[in-house]
């Protein structure tokens, strides 16, 4: 068992999500071993508690303290197998950093995750979101991931499809709390075409032959990219993209088109994807501080904590833009980041 001493009481947790929300956790351990993150599920148990797993903090929202035990990944691991013809896997620990990962796998000269580049959060928390960007998404280069299934207390093995992978989704989100992510295995290659044909990135890369770019050069250009737009959490206190991008009917985007023929977004065969940022700023929010809490300047999709906002705020603001855009365009903008905790488990603690 984890010792007591491990179990911290009454943790700040401002500092553990990237929306700074000055949260506390009534107890709080860091793991760094599949073992040591049994014993801390089986300490809960025993003292009757919740359990929250806990990456970077990248993608939650506190709506207050949490009543229960926050167990912080800080799985590492970074290693190559099956590296043969071009090709490699990359296998990784849960707690490793995303974007360090990134830059770590172009700097090896390997393709295929250069396009998520700069997005803040852990490798755990990589899957649940399927996270994506610029054209690309994880499931493009997952190949399983190693988890805790808490139903059984054993670690399994799940293959990309039994990730059940879609836009923002997996089965992670439709069973939440039932896996614990510890290890992510990626398939890379030297050879893969890159995916540069999103507006911005094309823009950056036009008039280069992409058969002269390295993935790092990629890399350099999605981080230049998002540098415009979006801003630093360590700056200015953010959880990345607040909305999905929604995906609607072709006959009701050929409807708005007639309505809002500047309407941005991504018609496919049977459905068109809207860029959420676009309904946002058509709704006036750009911009938008009510002296706590806001919306970036430079993205609408971005929600930002300018001066110590809490979990409330935040998600007072997020109604009120969600019911803007529903009456305006009868389309339901939904939330990328979790709620973390309500009622009980989100109390305040003590201090």
Not at 97 to 112: P, T
Not at 279 to 287: A, S
Request: net charge neutral; glycine share 10%; hydrophobic share 40%.
């Amino acid at each position: 068992m984890i010792s007591p001493v491990q179990v911290q009481e009454n943790v700040f947790l401002g500092k553990m999500n990237s929306l700074g929300i000055a949260a506390r956790a009534q107890y709080f351990v860091s793991v760094t071993s599949v073992e040591a993150l049994q014993e801390a599920l089986e300490w809960a148990s025993e003292k009757s508690v919740e359990a929250l797993i806990l990456g970077g903090g990248s993608n939650l929202v506190f709506a207050g303290d949490y009543r229960g035990l926050v167990i912080r990944m800080a799985i590492a691991r970074r290693c190559w197998e099956h590296v043969e013809g071009g090709e490699a896997t990359l296998v990784l620990g849960a707690g490793e950093n995303w974007h360090e990962v990134v830059m770590y796998a172009a700097s090896a000269g390997y393709r295929g995750i250069e396009n998520l580049a700069l997005i803040p959060g852990t490798v755990g928390a990589a899957p649940v979101q399927n996270i994506g960007a610029y054209g690309a998404e994880l499931r493009d280069t997952l190949l399983e991931v190693s988890a805790l299934d808490r139903h059984t207390g054993k670690v399994i093995a799940l293959t990309n499809s039994l990730c059940h992978f879609s836009y923002r989704d997996s089965v992670f989100k439709h069973e939440p709390g039932r896996y614990v992510i510890t290890t992510v295995r990626l398939r890379l290659s030297r050879s893969r075409p890159f995916q540069l044909d999103y507006r911005d990135l094309a823009e950056y890369f036009d008039g280069q032959d992409a058969r002269s770019l390295t993935p790092l050069d990629v890399a350099n250009g999605v981080m230049a990219v998002r540098r415009r737009k979006l801003p630093d959490p360590a700056q200015l206190p953010n959880a990345g993209s607040f909305f999905k991008n929604p995906v609607i009917p072709l006959d009701t985007w050929r409807s708005l088109q007639q309505s809002y023929p500047d309407i941005a977004g991504h018609p496919g065969d049977d459905n068109a994807k809207v860029a959420a940022a676009w309904l946002i700023d058509q709704c006036g929010w750009k911009g938008y501080r009510n002296g706590k809490v806001g919306v970036h300047n430079r993205q609408a999709l971005v929600l930002v904590n300018h001066s110590n906002g809490n979990g409330q705020d935040v998600l007072s603001l997020a109604e009120r833009i969600r019911k803007d855009v529903e009456a305006r365009f009868g389309i339901a903008l939904e939330m990328e980041p979790g709620v973390v905790g309500s009622q009980a488990s989100c109390q305040p603690l003590p201090l």
